[in-house]
């Protein structure tokens, strides 16, 4: 299973979904285009210590991050 | 011992370590038990290491290769650092919305390993704590 963990006030919710499933691969790529649309960005964690940011939707990336857009405080 | 035999000691001892339990369990799933965990979960075990002992991490920057300093709290909470590893200046910058400080600080981190860049085009500048110096 992998997951999209999106950051949110409650800490965190977390949407797991099967990448063998076309119809949860299917919803998965939905809610990635919806939050980057939003301004979140998506950041996958692929080994130790290395993580990239996802600029489009990959149904093989185990675990994935979304962070809210950033401003100045 | 206080008038207590060994099967009550045992007892209280179990009751204790059942309460500790319980106060863990409400304290991971409220909003910065849950944030927390997160962070500690993203976080380099070198990192995880800084933050335990000193209450702060430090990253460095995708593009600039600059160290930045992470500490504990979701406002005026990020310094850069210099050559020396000396607090050069602060930035204030975190992601929108009412986030748990565990969550802020990971995005903060997330941020400036990744995109340093973006950071430095709403990041404001200030004046960091006393604190923050040593």
């Given at each position: 299973m992998a997951v999209q963990i999106v950051m949110d006030r409650s800490?965190?919710?977390?949407?797991?979904?099967?990448?063998?499933?076309?119809?949860?691969?299917?919803?998965?790529?939905?809610?990635?285009?919806?939050?980057?649309?939003?301004?979140?960005?998506?950041?996958?964690?692929?080994?130790?210590?290395?993580?990239?940011?996802?600029r489009s939707f990959d149904p093989n990336v185990e675990e994935c991050v979304f962070f809210p857009q950033l401003v100045g405080g | 011992m206080f008038g207590l035999d060994r099967s009550e000691r045992a007892d209280r001892r179990r009751r204790q370590a059942l309460l500790a339990l319980f106060r863990q369990h409400r304290l991971n799933r409220s909003p910065d038990g849950r944030a927390q965990r997160l962070l500690r979960e993203w976080l380099t075990p070198a990192q995880r290491q800084q933050l335990a002992s000193r209450g702060h991490f430090e990253v460095v920057g995708s593009h600039t290769g600059r160290r930045y300093r992470i500490y504990s709290g979701a406002a005026m909470?990020?310094?850069?650092?210099?050559?020396?590893?000396r607090v050069r200046r602060g930035l204030c910058f975190?992601?929108?919305?009412?986030l748990p400080t565990g969550d802020v600080m990971l995005a903060q981190?997330?941020?400036?390993?990744?995109?340093?860049?973006?950071?430095?085009?709403?990041?404001?500048?200030?004046?960091?704590?006393?604190?923050?110096?040593?």
């Open positions: 800490g965190d919710s977390r949407f797991l979904f099967d990448p063998a499933s076309a119809t949860e691969v299917a919803d998965a790529e939905r809610r990635f285009r919806q939050l980057t649309r939003r301004g979140f960005t998506a950041t996958a964690r692929l080994g130790p210590g290395q993580m990239a940011i996802l | 909470n990020v310094c850069e650092l210099d050559d020396h590893g975190l992601p929108v919305g009412e981190k997330l941020a400036l390993e990744m995109c340093e860049d973006s950071v430095m085009l709403v990041a404001r500048e200030f004046v960091p704590r006393p604190l923050y110096w040593t």
